[in-house]
């Protein structure tokens, strides 16, 4: 019994420096990449290519003094953080990066995964409430609206990969795609997943939560130091988990011919890293009512469609 919790343990630290240090290459990567999409090197001046740049900017933040206002709701406040990142850890426990190479396997694994991810919402509403700011709490507002509304076309997109699988578990829909990644039996879907996935984790052209030009970085306004560092932090960790889904849902997850199975999970998540960052520095930020009626009026009757098509072929060739 001690021995399983100790391993346990362990398996929990080493996902957390696994997260940690994906997290800090995928923020230096944005820099560089937003930098040469703007003709600018980036960052250039701390170690080799501004590669210590992302430790300076560490010890600045941990420096910082750590304001709390003062007609907060204080404990929410400090909370809030703490629940952004948690969901977000626990995304990574049960993505397959290898056969056999995942911390936990669960049979129901993608319902899970729609779980956690609603939490995200409820940590988002608590830090803009408690920070007793109306822009603040505009942003928290957008947020709720925004991630429950793209919430539904982002799980109807994914019924039809369970369909076909005919599993919730991650790792069996890996296995179904053998032969054939799900992306050409399912390119929509994928499409729909990915674009909602975006507004799900509010990344540009989706981030109005955070308009900074109005809402001045919206819900996280009133944080500074290592609580504003967590939500950055979540941002990276959200992006790269919605990107490894992805991959495991509709890319084949680990298959791939001659490279070993974990590299081909790495580069094709980094690949959809690229491009969520490459959509953030070419499309300008949408309206709200834009937001709200691409996902309604577009999306949504996109996967409903798609899922009746699905479900009309399965019926005839199940």
């Known amino acids: 019994m001690i021995f399983e ?3 346990a343990i362990l398996k929990g630290v080493l996902l957390l420096a ?3 240090l994906t997290t800090m290459f ?3 990567l944005e820099r560089k990449i937003s930098g040469h999409f703007q003709v600018r090197f980036g960052p250039m001046r701390v170690g080799f290519h501004g590669s210590f740049q992302l430790f300076a900017d560490m010890f600045k933040l941990l420096m910082k003094e ?3 206002p003062t007609l907060c709701d204080k404990w929410v406040f400090m ?10 850890y626990l995304l990574f426990t049960i993505i397959p990066i290898a056969p056999g190479f995942v911390i936990q396997t669960l049979d129901v694994g993608l319902l899970y995964l ?3 991810t609603g939490l995200t919402v409820l940590a988002i509403m608590m830090a803009g409430w408690s920070s007793n700011n109306k822009y603040a709490l505009i942003g928290g507002f957008r947020s709720v ?3 429950i509304s793209y919430e539904v076309p982002l799980v109807l997109s994914l019924l039809p990969v369970i369909m076909i699988a005919d599993s919730f578990s991650l790792t069996k829909i890996v296995e179904a795609q053998g032969a054939l990644p799900f992306i050409f039996i399912q390119p929509l879907a994928f499409f729909i997943y990915f674009t909602a996935s975006i507004a799900e984790i509010n990344r540009a052209p989706f981030d109005m939560p955070e308009a900074e030009s109005e809402l001045v970085s919206g819900y996280n306004v009133e944080y500074s130091g290592m609580r504003f560092a967590i939500f950055f932090f979540a941002e990276y960790m959200n992006m790269f988990a919605v990107c490894a889904i992805a991959t495991v849902l509709f890319l084949g997850g680990w298959h791939g011919p001659i490279l070993p199975p974990a590299v081909w999970f790495f580069l094709k998540s980094y690949f959809l890293v690229f491009i969520l960052m490459w959509i953030r520095w070419t499309f300008p930020r949408l309206r709200v009512d834009q937001l709200m009626g691409f996902c309604w009026k577009r ?3 996109l996967a409903i469609i798609n899922l009746i098509i699905t479900a009309i072929w399965m019926g005839l060739h199940g």
Do not use: H, K, N
């Open 18 to 20: 696994f997260v940690s």
């Open 114 to 116: 729609l779980g956690i």
């Open 5 to 7: 919790i100790l391993f």
């Open 66 to 68: 750590d304001i709390i």
């Open 145 to 147: 609206a925004q991630i």
């Open 79 to 88: 909370i809030a953080p703490v629940m952004i990142f948690i969901p977000a």
């Open 26 to 28: 995928l923020v230096y």
């Open 299 to 301: 999306l949504f009757p």
